[in-house]
């Protein structure tokens, strides 16, 4: 698939680089790119020889949020059509039912952080910024920011984030639990792939089982959450990893998982 903002590529070990590719702009996101990451996200969902994804700038800026330029004549129409339709791309990259790791280098706003918080785990390099500096545009997050930032930090930390429009550096991001991990620029694709590695050694099904059961749980309250995970847990034993991870346990070898 050929797509004019992004490159996506896929590795021997199954970790696919879905990176974004507009650096004029640091990344912004306009409704073609968040369209086409839906498209990336769908082929990436399907691909059974992908196991893991990484989202990135590179090199660059992971991405300074929304299309300022291009949302700054739009009324609240055109805004609740177009745009909220095609914000589906953020979701169709929190439902690929694989490890997505979120690589980030330079700035991260706004829809360029709420593009991070789709994804399972963040790392970012020393240089990452992050904020949610919408509310200085007289507009609010609408990517998920005032729903997916308060589920992993805190309500009251979101909202000085969301609030202030101000700009944390991965220090402070580290300290209220917004990064998995802070790494030497230089380092940053390594060490995101380390991370896909260390998930994509167990079997997939088991991934894919993991990942919604802690999705649909934060939707949910936690007697449906526990019965979805009881369901997903007892269905892992219809798979042959299951039967390879207990007997290799038994064995004391090292299990094969094939993702059956
Ligand atoms: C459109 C953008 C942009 C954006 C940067 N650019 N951010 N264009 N939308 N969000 C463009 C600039 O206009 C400029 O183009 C080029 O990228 C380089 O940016 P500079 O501002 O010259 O760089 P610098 O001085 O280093 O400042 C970097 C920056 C600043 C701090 C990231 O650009 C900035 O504050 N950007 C806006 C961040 C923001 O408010 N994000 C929230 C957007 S609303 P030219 O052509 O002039 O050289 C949002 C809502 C989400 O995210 C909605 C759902 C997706």
Same mark, same amino acid.
């Given at each position: 698939?050929?797509?004019?903002?992004?490159?996506?590529?896929?590795? +021997?070990?199954?970790?696919?680089?879905?990176?974004?590719? %507009?650096?004029?702009?640091?990344?912004?996101?306009? =409704?073609? =790119?968040?369209? +086409?990451?839906?498209? $990336?996200?769908?082929?990436?969902? &399907?691909?059974?020889?992908? %196991?893991?994804?990484?989202?990135?700038?590179?090199?660059?800026? @992971?991405?300074?949020?929304?299309?300022?330029?291009?949302?700054?004549?739009?009324?609240?129409?055109?805004?609740?059509?177009? #745009?909220?339709?095609?914000?589906?791309?953020?979701?169709?990259?929190?439902?690929? !039912?694989? !490890?997505?790791?979120? $690589? /980030?280098?330079? #700035?991260? =706003?706004?829809?360029?952080?709420?593009?991070?918080?789709?994804?399972?785990?963040?790392?970012?390099?020393?240089? $990452? /910024?992050?904020?949610?500096?919408?509310?200085?545009?007289?507009?609010?997050?609408?990517?998920?920011?005032?729903? &997916?930032? !308060? &589920?992993?930090?805190?309500?009251?930390?979101?909202?000085? @984030?969301?609030?202030?429009?101000?700009? #944390?550096?991965?220090?402070?991001?580290?300290?209220?639990?917004?990064?998995?991990?802070?790494? !030497?620029?230089?380092?940053?694709?390594?060490?995101?792939?380390? =991370?896909?590695? &260390?998930?994509?050694?167990?079997?997939? /099904?088991?991934?894919?089982?993991?990942?919604?059961?802690?999705?649909?749980?934060?939707?949910?309250?936690?007697?449906?959450?526990?019965?979805?995970?009881?369901?997903?847990?007892?269905?892992? @034993?219809?798979?042959?990893?299951?039967?390879?991870?207990?007997?290799? @346990?038994? +064995?004391? %070898?090292?299990? +094969?998982?094939?993702?059956?």
């Amino acid at each position: 698939m050929e797509f004019k903002y992004l490159v996506v590529e896929t590795d +021997e070990e199954g970790i696919a680089l879905l990176r974004l590719n %507009r650096p004029e702009a640091k990344n912004a996101l306009n =409704l073609e =790119l968040i369209a +086409e990451l839906g498209d $990336a996200a769908d082929m990436l969902a &399907r691909d059974e020889k992908v %196991r893991a994804v990484i989202v990135t700038g590179g090199e660059g800026d @992971f991405a300074a949020g929304g299309d300022i330029k291009e949302m700054s004549g739009k009324y609240a129409p055109d805004m609740l059509v177009a #745009y909220g339709a095609d914000l589906s791309g953020f979701e169709k990259i929190e439902r690929i !039912p694989k !490890p997505v790791i979120a $690589a /980030v280098n330079g #700035y991260a =706003l706004g829809g360029g952080t709420e593009l991070a918080l789709v994804c399972d785990m963040i790392v970012a390099s020393e240089t $990452a /910024v992050f904020g949610m500096p919408e509310i200085t545009l007289g507009i609010i997050p609408g990517a998920g920011g005032t729903q &997916r930032l !308060p &589920r992993l930090i805190g309500p009251n930390r979101a909202k000085e @984030f969301i609030f202030s429009g101000s700009f #944390y550096d991965v220090e402070a991001c580290r300290e209220m639990g917004l990064v998995n991990k802070v790494v !030497p620029a230089a380092d940053l694709l390594e060490e995101a792939k380390k =991370l896909a590695r &260390r998930c994509i050694r167990n079997g997939a /099904v088991a991934l894919a089982c993991a990942k919604a059961c802690v999705n649909e749980g934060l939707n949910t309250d936690l007697y449906s959450g526990l019965a979805y995970e009881r369901k997903c847990f007892s269905l892992l @034993f219809s798979t042959e990893d299951q039967k390879e991870g207990m007997a290799a @346990f038994k +064995e004391k %070898r090292k299990a +094969e998982f094939k993702g059956r």
